[in-house]
């Protein structure tokens, strides 16, 4: 297996291709934009995104499930992307995923993804180069402390056709 580290193509520095990714999206998801979706930190090994409170609200005054569930999917989509472009342009697509509320959310709604094992990170990268295609299981957790959502979702990144 080749280490991330090695790897043939130069991918963007972490907080430059964060950045880009996140213009991107906010231009081709409407929905996140009216979220207020922002991009808090990607480090290469862990992202947070954020959506402020009154933007993402519900009749009882606390975190909209649509919006909690939205910024879980989105972030665990994001962070694929975001290593899948070590290799190459790419489309991502969420598999499967299941969730759990786990209390309210009463302030600014925080997500967390981090992979911290490298074996899966060498894996994901050497199958999308040499197979075009690679899965990533992912965690999410929404919340500052304790979580209040843990997301779990299986995406596939698959490299487009160079034309």
């Known amino acids: 297996m080749k280490p991330i580290t090695n790897m043939q193509r130069a991918a963007p520095q972490p ?3 964060a950045l880009e ?17 922002t991009f808090d930190q990607y480090d290469g090994e862990t992202l947070q995104l ?6 993402n609200i519900n009749d009882k005054g606390t975190a909209f499930g649509g919006s909690l569930a939205t910024l879980a999917t989105i972030t665990g989509w994001c962070y694929t992307t975001l290593l899948a472009e070590h290799v190459g342009d790419n489309e991502v697509v969420v598999a499967d995923s ?3 509320y786990l209390k309210p959310l ?11 094992d490298l074996t899966v990170k060498e ?3 050497t199958d999308l ?10 965690e999410v957790t ?22």
């Open 106 to 116: 009463k302030g600014r709604l925080v997500s967390h993804c981090s992979l911290s």
């Open 21 to 37: 990714l996140e213009q991107k999206i906010l231009r081709k998801i409407p929905m996140l934009k009216a979220m207020n979706l």
């Open 50 to 55: 954020s959506a402020p409170l009154d933007a």
């Open 142 to 163: 929404i919340g500052r402390g304790s979580p209040v959502l843990q997301f779990s979702g299986r995406y596939v990144a698959s490299l487009k056709e160079q034309v």
């Open 129 to 138: 180069n040499n197979k075009n295609r690679a899965s990533l299981q992912l």
């Open 123 to 125: 894996k994901f990268i």
């Open 15 to 17: 907080d430059q291709q």
């Open 98 to 100: 299941q969730l759990r």
